[in-house]
């Protein structure tokens, strides 16, 4: 018999968004004419912009000609793609990157995680508390870690504590660490971090030597001028900081699949012998021979994302789930549950009330609303007491959310 990967057998429970998909269908199945609103996982409701939808059609139709055909491409990327993103979403920032340091890929989820094949297990790593569960997890699933506690925090993981005290925005550590999780605008809290913040994480991480996993898969929600959009808009950060970046959210990309990483050829790691080595060759091993690349079409679409018509288009889009997410937030404090985020990033968190646990609001809210969000105790024990709600769904079902909330919570 084949031996497992024990390390698996760690993990706490399912992970969250099936746990809740089995919690819905149990509901569902006790009551099959409630119709349950779903504003749980952050997917996407809005179809594809019209400009992206067209240039996807052009790249299945390259593929039924001779002359146009293509099978495999770069496993970076196509160079149309890297330059325009390049254009687009740094250089306008006054961000210099080079073609080599982006590498297109399907997903920020899959990149979150697989980053880790670059790393030796070695390496103390820190999270958020609460946390995009893909960065707690995978970490479990190397075998960087030992044992969860009875609170839920795992044995060698580092977590920074992120609550309203806080406003959600993690203290330094004291002590030294290897690799830093990031993600701003934050899932799930919504909060944002300006760019003295983050200047504050760089330049820890220049003096430790250690390595910022910057997740920017949100930064599509960012109203404010002057908050930050990507890591490298601070100084130093193209020395310490690896960056995620996702046309899920901002493009309506969740089941086209399409992200990119950023790795900087300016960032190194160690080898055992102490003597430096290039991340970006190590992405780029690892890349072409674990991946083949984002599928032609998809990449086309990706492209489209950033023309004239595509990039109004789809900040329609973005307008539409903010202003779900300003009738949430103020549906919410109609009936005084204290909220935060909604502003510039797509998720609502708010306090439980009275004190409730996240799960009971979660039942409390799926059995008395119809309505489904996600419980804050999932994304780790300091989201104990809070719960988040997505500003992804359709207008109408937002509306009728926020009335039954007004009906049942007031
Ligand atoms: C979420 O709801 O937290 C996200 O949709 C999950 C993801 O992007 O993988």
Known sequence: ????????????????????????????????????????????????????????????????????????????GYDWLIDTVIANCFQSRGVQLKPSEIFISDGS???????LDIFAL???VAVGDPVYPVYNDTNVMVGRTGAADSQGYYDGIRYLTCTAENNFIPAIPTEKVDLIYLCFPNNPTGAVASKEQLQKWVDYALAHEAIILFDAAYEAFITGPE??????????????????????????????????????????????????????????RRQTTKFNGVSYPVQRAAEA????????????????????????????????????????????WLKTPGGMSSWGFFDKLLNECHLVGTPGSGFGPSGEGYFRLSAFGQREDVEEAMSRIKKNLA
């Open 1 to 76: 018999m084949a031996q497992i990967n024990d390390h698996y057998l760690k993990l706490k429970s399912g992970y969250l968004f099936p746990e809740i998909g089995r919690r819905i269908k149990f509901f569902s199945d006790a009551n099959p004419t409630a119709k349950v609103i779903r504003l749980g996982i952050g997917d996407v409701t809005r179809p594809l912009a019209p400009a992206v939808i067209a240039a996807f059609h052009r790249g299945v139709d390259d593929l039924t000609r001779v002359n146009s055909f293509r099978g495999y491409g770069p496993e970076q």
């Open 109 to 115: 989820k899959c990149d979150c995680a697989n980053i």
């Open 122 to 124: 070695g390496n103390k």
């Open 227 to 284: 908050i930050p959009h990507s890591i490298y808009e601070i100084p130093g950060a193209g020395k310490c900081a690896i960056e995620f970046r996702s046309f899920s959210k901002s493009a309506g990309f969740t089941g086209v699949r399409c992200a990119l990483t950023v790795v900087p050829e300016a960032l190194s790691g160690k080898n055992a012998q102490g003597e430096p080595v290039a991340l970006n060759a190590l992405w780029n």
């Open 305 to 348: 994302v950033y023309s004239p018509e595509g990039q109004q288009q789809n900040q329609e889009i973005v307008r539409y789930y903010l202003e779900n997410a300003r009738l949430i937030r103020e549906g919410l404090e109609a009936v005084a549950v204290s909220c935060y985020g909604g502003v510039n990033a797509p998720y609502i």
